[in-house]
C-alpha cells in the first residue's frame, strides 16, 4: 500500500483501537510497514485530535520524520518487523484482561484452541521492563520468539500480523481469550487444558485454513 493510504488506514486503525475498548487514552500505539520504514502513532496525541499528517515515519535506525514524535514504544516496533520480516503491522495496547495476567505475569495456557490464532500452544508474558526501553523490546522479541502476540509483564499486550487487516482482530482476539481465561480462573484456579496433540492438530488446520 502507498504511503498515503497507510497514514489513513493507521489512524482510523487507532480509533477503533479505542473505540472498541482495547485501548484508553494514548496509551497504546500501532505501525504499518511502509516502503521506507514503519509509519507509527505519534507520542502524547489522542487519536481523535490527530490528523494522518501526524503519523509519524520511523527509518530502521531510529530517526523519524514528521511534525511529531513518534509513539516512546517505537523500539518494540522497529524490532518486531527486524525479527519478522514478513509482519506488515504492530499493535501495543493496555487492554484491560491482557493486563490483568500480565499485571499477575500469567501466561495465557492452551484452555481453548483459539489460542493457536497467535501461532502456538500459549501466550507467553514477559518478564517486566521499563517502559521505551531497549530492554523491553529485547525482552518482547526473546519471550514472543516466532509467535504473534504476548502478554507483557506490568504493562499490556502486543501482536504484530503478516497482513494489516488481521491486526485489530488478532487484538480483539487474544483480548477476549484473555477475559475468558481471568473469569475460568474465577471458577477453578486449576482449569482442564487442551493437550499438546489437540493444539498440534488445531496449528496443523489453521496454516492452511481458508475462511
Ligand atoms: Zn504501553
Not at 489512524?11 to 507509527?40: D, K, P, Y
Not at 501526524?54 to 524490532?79: N, Q
Not at 477476549?176 to 474465577?186: E, F
Request: aromatic fraction near 8%.
Amino acid at each position: 500500500m502507498k504511503t498515503q493510504k497507510m497514514r489513513k488506514f493507521l489512524l482510523h486503525t487507532a480509533r477503533e483501537m479505542n473505540a472498541c475498548g482495547l485501548n484508553q487514552g494514548t496509551a497504546g500505539n500501532i505501525s504499518v510497514w511502509v516502503e521506507n520504514g514503519f509509519l507509527i502513532t505519534p507520542s502524547a496525541l489522542p487519536y481523535v485530535e490527530c490528523t494522518e499528517e501526524d503519523m509519524v515515519l520511523v527509518k530502521a535506525d531510529g530517526t523519524f520524520e514528521g511534525i511529531r514524535k513518534p509513539s516512546s514504544e517505537w523500539r518494540l516496533h522497529r524490532d518486531l518487523y527486524l525479527n519478522h520480516p514478513q509482519s506488515r503491522a504492530v499493535l501495543h495496547a493496555h487492554s484491560p484482561w491482557c493486563t490483568t495476567l500480565a499485571c499477575l505475569e500469567r501466561d495465557i495456557p492452551a484452555f481453548h484452541y483459539m489460542v493457536a490464532m497467535a501461532g502456538g500452544d500459549h501466550i507467553p508474558c514477559t518478564a517486566y521492563r521499563p517502559f521505551g526501553s531497549q530492554e523491553l523490546s529485547d525482552s518482547i522479541v526473546k519471550t514472543m520468539g516466532p509467535l504473534r502476540a504476548c502478554l507483557m509483564g506490568h504493562h499490556g499486550m502486543i501482536c504484530h500480523t503478516v497482513s494489516p487487516d488481521a491486526l485489530l482482530p488478532l487484538a480483539i482476539e487474544v483480548e477476549s481469550l484473555a477475559r475468558i481465561y481471568v473469569q475460568m480462573l474465577q471458577i477453578n484456579p486449576e482449569p482442564p487444558l487442551l493437550s499438546p496433540e489437540d493444539m498440534r492438530e488445531v496449528l496443523e488446520r489453521f496454516a492452511t485454513y481458508k475462511p
